[in-house]
């Protein structure tokens, strides 16, 4: 029903920051369930953050907590997540994803993105 686009990735410096974008076209874009994961070299998919339909329960992986900000602009159909004091073990593929249902970490949603690369460079 709705397919995520992720974009924004790319090779940062350890210490900055970077701003995923994941854009969906339609009109029921608000009523999903909005997360993401990562899944770095040699590793499983990793839960990142996720955030409500209405953005009122963001959610964030110990790893990125304070770190990372996940946010949506329903107006926009589009989720962002910002971001910032990367370090290497960041460094991971990025994938949107959405459900309609109630965010969660688990990895059953309905529809994913192809993903978009960020590297981290110490």
């Known amino acids: 029903q709705v397919q995520p686009v992720e974009s924004g990735g790319g090779l940062v410096q350890a210490g900055g920051s970077l701003t995923l974008d994941c854009t969906a076209s339609?009109?029921?874009?608000?009523?999903?369930?909005m997360a993401w994961f990562r899944q770095a070299p040699g590793k499983e998919r990793e839960f990142v953050a996720a955030?409500?339909?209405?953005?009122?329960?963001?959610d964030y992986a110990d790893s990125v907590k304070g770190r990372f900000t996940i946010s949506r602009d329903n107006a926009k159909n589009l989720m962002t997540l910002q971001m910032n004091s990367l370090t290497p073990e960041d460094t991971a593929v990025y994938y949107c994803?959405?459900?309609?249902?109630?965010?969660?970490?688990?990895?059953?949603?309905?529809?994913w993105g192809q993903g978009t690369q960020v590297t981290v460079s110490s």
């Open positions: 339609g009109r029921y874009f608000s009523s999903y369930a």
């Open positions: 955030i409500s339909w209405d953005g009122g329960t963001p």
């Open positions: 994803a959405a459900r309609l249902a109630i965010s969660g970490r688990g990895q059953s949603y309905d529809y």
